[in-house]
């Protein structure tokens, strides 16, 4: 067992029952959405042990091995290149939610005034990174070889009129770049995390909801099948439209 999860595992079960049912989480959203359920689940005498991280190669590894029984901080797009490049036997159970991917700035209110010569910093896992460029495309701000490629890196673009610079960062990292670069392109749940708002934001018609992530083979299992349940429940749904004022939105 990793030596990280080994510490957080000891933390959250000093108070806890020792058959509880183990999902790894990044803190905002998803632990916040989990400690939102975790009454219901413990009404039917499941307890949820949620285990907080925000770094994301660590969850699907742990999942994998059997160290923790489900994981939600992820979308659909990460989710397969990490079975494609690992050959994780996991599997997705559920869309929970939807995180426009945004642009933020210290310096501009718009896109439109964005300068020449001017630096923007992008996600660098594959993903987050083609993500982003996509929605500077649908900005006018670059131009792709392939325009709907969810692949995309900066070694695709064909047009950069106003010779942007691009630097590419650990997602987690991005909203501290803020005083350094002209813009940044940040995933939601670490924008939230910074109080930060967007100066132009994803379409919500978009590939990257956030899952729900177990074992195969796992799916029969009645504790998960609750917790799906709860996850994709009326009273979450509530919960997500009334917390995040359309920063998210549900996907079920």
């Not at 001017?118 to 896992?125: Q, T, V």
Request: proline share 6%; glycine share 4%; aromatic share 6%.
């Amino acid at each position: 067992m990793y030596k990280w999860l080994l510490l957080l595992l000891l933390s959250s079960c000093s108070s806890q029952p020792k058959h509880g049912l183990k999902i790894a989480a990044s803190s905002v959203p998803h632990a916040e959405m989990l400690d939102f359920i975790k009454p219901n689940l413990e009404g039917q005498g499941i307890d949820l042990i949620i285990i907080v991280t925000d770094d994301y190669n660590m969850p699907n590894r742990a999942l994998a091995h059997g160290d923790i029984d489900a994981n939600f901080f992820q979308h659909t797009p990460f989710l397969e290149e990490q079975i494609k490049e690992f050959h994780y036997p996991i599997k997705s159970i559920a869309s929970i939610e939807l995180e426009p991917l945004g642009i933020y700035s210290k310096k501009i209110t718009s896109l439109a005034s964005l300068s020449d010569n001017a630096k923007i910093a992008l996600p660098n896992d594959p993903t987050n990174e083609g993500r982003a460029l996509l929605l500077l495309q649908a900005n006018g701000i670059i131009m792709l070889d392939n325009p709907s490629n969810l692949q995309s890196t900066i070694r695709n673009i064909t047009e950069n009129p106003k010779h942007i610079h691009f630097v590419e960062v650990d997602a987690a990292m991005l909203p501290r770049t803020l005083d350094d670069v002209d813009a940044a392109a940040i995933p939601t749940n670490y924008a939230l995390q910074a109080h930060l708002s967007p100066i132009a934001l994803e379409s919500t018609n978009s590939p990257y909801a956030n899952v729900l992530v177990i074992r195969i083979g796992d799916e029969n299992r009645a504790d998960i099948k609750a917790l799906k349940l709860a996850m994709t429940s009326e009273i979450m749904r509530e919960f997500i439209i009334e917390k995040y004022k359309g920063a998210i939105i549900p996907a079920f």
